[in-house]
């Protein structure tokens, strides 16, 4: 086998390294997905067999019951990674009903690959952070418990580190998870829970620290989705104070992600099935009364972690044989408590070893050896704490209890800002900080950029905070100064940048907010929801930048809620309208309208053309998602007029695409081609400034656009194009709604031209995102009905009948009415009619057309018809003349339309009646007549359809009666 040494294979341009798991073409990595890396493997091992199906799958995917779907996804990556079929290059090829062999020579290489392991792959579809912490330079003591559990993890997959705060738990996780960075191929995801305050934002939190788009009020079904294809270590740091949240959500991703292993961090265990809990215990000290000396002392990790803080804290102190007992009597003190060895051993440098000790026996006031099992070990380090805060003199007390507020990291600016006042400049405050990082108490971190900033460990946040509580008013002041400052960092009319503020503050937004409009908040303290009001207006970018778009909502409305009457119609509310429209409208909420509607009658009085702009964008989504197609053709009126008047050249191309979008649906295909084609000559990017809406990208939006009305107008293979360049563009922006509305809506091309195959993979796509169930509901009944579609024209005729049933009810159901509604029913109805249900799909047929917006006006009016016709001939006595009538109809439209592909597949249906009717002759010259207007295409399925059917029509020659085997029954009028 090729992965039995260190040599690399080599084949055509590649060379696959299986050890490192990395592929280069021509010395340039490649990057590839872990289910495609493991089946190229897999048959360059096996190079000239014949690689069973199932055997690719066991090998893939291990234990896993996984769909053949699954893999022919993977397989298409793979053969588009390597070129497969370009320029005449074969590497795999399909042996129908039996699986895949890799056909290119390979040769094998003994030079040695490279020891660099390759950077997991971006996903197209999310952004994942997978954050995770510095491994630290030296640890004392756990290597022992680090080795452990990283072999629990192999064979459990779901451990808990259990032990009092303060015991390392958190240092050894992290231990853990750089220790498993490379067996998960970097996919291993730190997740800090102690800054979550409350637990019904676990699943949130969790899918944020990975980077996904949740917009759901409920994130959990979208998070599960994600993880149940994922191969991850996810680490749960902190669960104690959410605990009642923290432990079903664990026991649920243990029983139904497979392939995520779990580390958790707890002070209790967390007692649901699955779990291994792993007690870490104290760092072990020397016995009690034991004559030690320095060397003997050394073999302790207790002393050798409190030696090297010592040595940290004072450069002269050194262990000797005669300081030694009274190193090892402190360590056995303080119970071999990682935490509290660190704070007392940074008091040496103050008060030294002696006096040191002193302190503790006398502030602690305790006999530990009597005490031990009486006391939780929480509560000793609560001791611990009131020790060291009491040794603070009352001005590190101020500070260390204000810097409590921040959620995980601040800068030293931001410490100026919340904790100096007038007694206290920001120099002394600098030096205070630089004081409480000496002993302990305040973390500094170095960033990627080379920045420092600060941290408070969360036991002593929690401990500070308290303390804080108990002074009073400087709870609120801090508070507020707290909210200010945050206020001030968001707000660009303050000179801050809410780019450089996103995911590391939102807890700190979080916070600030609910201080704002907390319970006590009210008309008694109006200064505060003022505060609130602007925090919430200067914070909504983020929120949208996050795709946090419930919360945006939340906020939005809170605010707008306590607007003083005084300051309506202001810059401030026109923010807050518009974070409050476009977060509504993303997340289906039914007070869209009314916020655009206002947020336009603000922007227009105060001449705010930039955001009246996106305002408008808001409302074209709007009116087209509500099926008002003359309404959004106004809308995209006024977008132009907007910018003309600006001579904005970025507005005029949007203006140009949203009126091509408005022209598309109200059944001008040409009119809109040209303005979609007039947008796209200015070359402006996707990823181009003011290009998108809350991740809704126009360019891409356009591109499946102008996908659509080029097949409409009889360019099918350039419709093909378009469609694939929505879906590259769509990835280049990173923006998970932007790629899921581009494979949704470019799927049809494929569709209407006859690509099952990469319709298929499309639609699976978008249904094994993570947020896919969590997205709008109009999104996810098209996927469904996407998926019902495939399955009928795959010929799993009930399989397929009974999804379109239920998502076509759905759409009628609700109040938000569907752009695909008319799609749906048209599938429906035609399978309904190849399954012998004539009236059943004469029913949908109608309901569909008395629905369809606009009547006859509409894009898909031809097909409506032409469906209508294809159930009047499979009724049980054929209405010829109606159906007729219908096709008639059809034929009318989609010439006065100029959709040339409707008339297409309406000249077929008629064709075919023709034949039957014993009109051959004519049935031929009509179909030939629309075949000839078409100058490509030629190899998709409609215009294949038609000329296969000259082909029979002229070899029937002087026909006077139906002589085509297939002329009878309703199959011959369906396509």
């Known amino acids: 086998m090729i992965g039995s040494d260190n040599g690399a294979v080599c084949f055509g341009p590649f060379q696959l390294s299986p050890l490192t798991r990395k592929l280069e073409r021509d010395g340039v990595a490649i990057a590839l997905g872990d289910r495609a890396l493991d089946i190229l493997i897999a048959l360059v091992e096996r190079a000239g067999e014949i690689v069973s199906h199932r055997d690719l799958i066991s090998r893939v995917w291990r234990d896993l019951v996984v769909s053949p779907g699954n893999l022919r996804v993977h397989m298409t990556t793979l053969r588009k990674a390597l070129g497969d079929g370009e320029d005449g290059a074969r590497y795999i090829a399909n042996v129908a009903g039996q699986g895949y062999t890799f056909v290119a020579p390979v040769k094998r290489t003994r030079t040695a690959p490279s020891t660099a392991t390759a950077s997991p792959p971006h996903s197209t579809i999310i952004v994942e952070r997978r954050v995770l912490p510095p491994a630290l330079a030296r640890m004392v003591g756990r290597d022992d418990a680090v080795r452990t559990i990283v072999a629990d993890l192999r064979t459990d997959r779901f451990v808990t580190i259990v032990g009092a705060g303060g015991m390392g738990k958190t240092t050894v996780a992290i231990s853990v998870a750089h220790a498993m ?15 979550l305050a409350d637990p019904k934002l676990l699943a949130a939190t969790i899918a944020s620290t990975l980077g996904l788009s949740i917009q759901s009020a409920d994130p959990l079904a979208a998070l599960m989705t994600f993880l149940r294809t994922t191969r991850m270590l996810l680490i749960l740091d902190n669960c104690e104070h959410v605990i009642d949240g923290a432990a079903p959500l664990a026991e649920m991703m243990f029983s139904q992600a497979p392939e995520v292993h779990i580390l958790a961090t707890s002070r209790e265990a967390l007692r649901v099935e699955g779990e291994h809990a792993h007690w870490l215990r104290p760092l072990e000290s020397p016995p009690a009364d034991a004559k030690v000396t320095a060397a003997t002392a050394l073999t302790f990790p207790a002393v050798k972690l409190f030696v090297e803080r010592a040595m940290a804290s004072d450069s002269r102190f050194e262990l000797t044989d005669a300081n030694a007992p009274i190193v090892a009597d402190i360590c056995g003190r303080l119970d071999g408590i990682a935490l509290a060895l660190e704070f007392v051993a940074g008091r040496i440098g103050t008060h030294g070893l002696e006096g040191t000790a002193t302190l503790l026996n006398k502030r602690l006031g305790l006999h530990w050896q009597g005490r031990r099992t009486a006391l939780p070990r929480h509560q000793t380090l609560h001791s611990l704490l009131d020790w060291s805060y009491s040794l603070l003199p009352p001005a590190e007390q101020h500070v260390l209890r204000r810097l409590s507020l921040f959620v995980g ?60 509580e108990e002074c009073g008013d400087e709870m609120d002041v801090t508070a507020e100064r707290h909210a200010r400052y945050f206020t001030q960092l968001l707000n660009l009319a303050a000179g801050g940048d ?14 600030a907010l609910e201080w704002c409009f907390g319970a006590r908040a009210g008309s008694s303290e109006s200064h505060r929801t003022a505060l609130g009001i602007d925090l919430a207006a200067a914070s909504v970018s983020t929120f949208l930048d996050l795709s946090l778009w419930n919360e945006c909502r939340k906020w939005s409305e809170a605010a707008l809620a306590v607007l003083p009457a005084a300051t309506r119609g202001d ?15 993303l997340t289906n909420s039914i007070e869209a309208r009314s916020a655009i509607d206002r947020g336009l009658q603000i922007a227009r009085q105060l001449g705010e053309t930039a955001i009246r702009f996106r305002l408008l964008g808001a409302l074209h ?8 197609f003359k309404s959004s053709l106004t809308v995209a009126e006024e977008m132009d007029a907007v910018a003309r008047d600006t001579n904005d050249v970025s507005r005029r191309v949007i203006a140009d695409w949203m009126l091509g979008s408005s022209q598309y649906v109200l059944g001008n295909p040409a009119v809109s081609k040209q303005l979609f084609e007039s947008g796209f000559s200015h070359g402006i990017r996707a990823t181009d400034a003011d290009q998108q809406l809350a991740g809704l990208y126009y360019r891409t939006r356009a591109l499946y656009g102008l996908a659509r009305v080029q097949w409409l107008c009889g360019f099918p293979d350039r419709a093909l194009q378009s469609a694939r360049e929505s879906m590259i563009e769509a990835a280049e922006t990173g923006s998970p709604i932007s790629v899921s509305y581009s494979l949704v809506y470019s799927c049809y091309v494929f569709l209407w031209c006859g690509d099952l195959e990469t319709a298929q993979e499309m639609n699976e796509t978008v249904m094994a995102q993570p947020h896919w169930q969590g997205r709008l509901m109009w999104f996810h009944a098209e996927a469904l009905a996407l998926k019902g579609e495939l399955l009928v024209r795959r010929g799993n005729l009930e399989a397929g009948i009974e999804i379109l049933r239920d998502t076509l009810a759905n759409m009628q ?27 059943e799909a004469l029913t949908v047929i109608n309901d569909a057309i008395a629905l369809a917006p606009g009547g006859a006006e509409t894009w898909d009016a031809p097909e409506l018809f032409r469906i209508k016709a294809i159930v009047l001939l499979s009724m049980p006595r054929p209405d010829e003349m109606r159906a007729e009538n219908c096709l008639m109809q059809s034929l009318a439209l989609a010439r006065h339309q100029g959709a040339i592909g409707w008339e297409l597949r309406t000249t077929i249906t008629m064709t075919r009646l023709r034949v039957a009717q014993g009109r051959a002759r004519e049935a031929r010259e009509m179909l030939s007549k629309i075949y000839d207007q078409f100058t490509e295409g030629f190899e998709t399925q409609d215009l294949k359809s038609a000329a296969a059917l000259l082909a029979e029509l002229a070899a029937a020659t002087n026909i006077t009666s139906p002589s085509l085997s297939s002329a009878s029954g309703p199959g011959f009028y369906l396509q």
């Open 181 to 195: 960075l490379e067996e998960f191929a970097g996919k291993v995801c730190f997740v800090d829970l102690g800054a």
């Open 409 to 468: 990291t601040f800068t030293l600016e931001a410490a100026q800002a919340v904790a100096s006042d007038a007694e206290l400049d920001e120099a002394q405050l600098a030096s205070i900080v630089d004081q409480l990082i000496a002993k302990s108490l305040v973390s500094a971190i170095k960033t990627h950029e080379g920045a420092t900033c600060y941290r408070l460990l969360e036991t002593t946040r929690i401990y500070a905070i308290r303390k804080l």
């Open 498 to 511: 809410c780019r450089r503020t996103r995911h590391e503050h939102l807890g700190n937004l979080r916070a």
């Open 571 to 585: 810059k401030r509310e026109l923010v807050l309208q518009e974070a409050l429209a476009i977060s509504s409208l």
């Open 621 to 628: 989504v709007y009116v087209l998602r509500m099926t008002d």
């Open 813 to 839: 159901s609700t109040s938000q009415k569907n752009l695909m509604l008319s799609v749906t029913a048209c599938c429906l109805a035609e399978a309904l009619a190849n399954t012998g249900r004539a009236e």
